[in-house]
């Protein structure tokens, strides 16, 4: 069964880089055609798709945080992690890391379905 964890700092101020980590159980996060990917729920409203870091290394984010966003990871301790550049209280969410149902490219991550989750972290964006 896979689990998965994050952890990072609740509270960032406005310009900060906010990171967060999702520590994998169960399942390498370099077994082929395996893909991760971070999402997030703002209060009131629905889940965003952030970005995806597949089985390979390579990447590919929301076009609207691509500007901001970066996903890397830690083969050695079978985690990913989460950069956030300029927060901003508008980024004040639950964050979720997940790992998607099947295997995409491109856009088409964007509409991925998810099989594990972790809890959620709530990141609050305040000075």
């Known amino acids: 069964q896979v689990q998965l964890q994050e952890s990072g700092p609740g509270l960032v101020k406005p310009s900060q880089t906010k990171s967060l980590t999702c520590t994998v159980s169960?399942?390498?996060?370099?077994?082929?055609?395996?893909?991760w990917s971070w999402i997030r729920q703002p209060p009131g409203k629905g889940l965003e798709w952030m970005g995806v870091?597949?089985?390979?290394?390579?990447?590919y984010y929301n076009p609207s945080l691509k500007r901001r966003t970066s996903i890397s990871r830690d083969t050695s301790k079978n985690q990913f992690s989460l950069q956030l550049r300029s927060a901003a209280p508008e980024d004040t969410a639950v964050y979720y890391c997940?790992?998607?149902?099947?295997?995409?490219?491109?856009?088409?991550?964007?509409?991925?379905?998810?099989?594990?989750w972790g809890q959620g972290t709530q990141v609050t964006v305040s000075s």
């Open positions: 169960g399942a390498s996060i370099t077994t082929r055609l395996y893909a």
């Open positions: 870091i597949a089985y390979d290394g390579s990447t």
């Open positions: 997940v790992r998607p149902m099947g295997f995409r490219s491109g856009s088409s991550w964007i509409s991925s379905a998810y099989d594990s």
